[in-house]
């Protein structure tokens, strides 16, 4: 992850699409659609509170296609965020590197602040 002038830019970041992110719920949903069988793969977890323009924060569903190996229709459904400008330093919480487990998917198990 590379920082410069204090926010954070993808590699792939153009203005007109954003980043794209995605609550912890719908993580492994994303994650298993979009990048089944990638290895180290980059996760930033942000604080939006903390992003610049609080309010540029754009709600989309997204009907994810289902592939023939899903058996869950229902979790095809991802509730995507766009960030329309690069994100700022201070928003960045943590960045884990993760690979797929050996049948090519994700697995994440997420805590929130207080739970063992």
Same mark, same amino acid.
């Given at each position: ?24 719920? %719908?993580?492994? /949903? ?8 990638? *290895?180290?793969?980059? =996760?930033?977890? $942000? ?20 592939d ?7 979790? %095809?459904?991802? /509730? ?8 700022? *330093?201070?928003?960045? =919480?943590?960045? $884990? ?18 739970e063992?």
């Amino acid at each position: 992850m590379q920082i410069r002038d204090g926010v954070y830019r993808p590699e792939f970041f153009r203005e007109e699409n954003g980043v794209e992110t995605v609550c912890g719920e %719908d993580l492994n /949903t994303y994650l298993n659609h979009e990048f089944a069988g990638r *290895k180290n793969l980059l =996760l930033v977890v $942000i604080e939006t509170s903390r992003l610049k323009k609080r309010n540029a924060i754009k709600e989309e569903q997204s009907k994810r296609e289902s592939d023939e190996t899903s058996r869950d229709k229902s979790s %095809d459904k991802v /509730t995507i965020y766009r960030i329309p400008e690069p994100i700022h *330093k201070l928003a960045v =919480l943590d960045k $884990i590197r993760i690979d797929c487990n050996e049948s090519g998917t994700f697995d994440i198990q997420l805590r929130q602040d207080g739970e063992h």
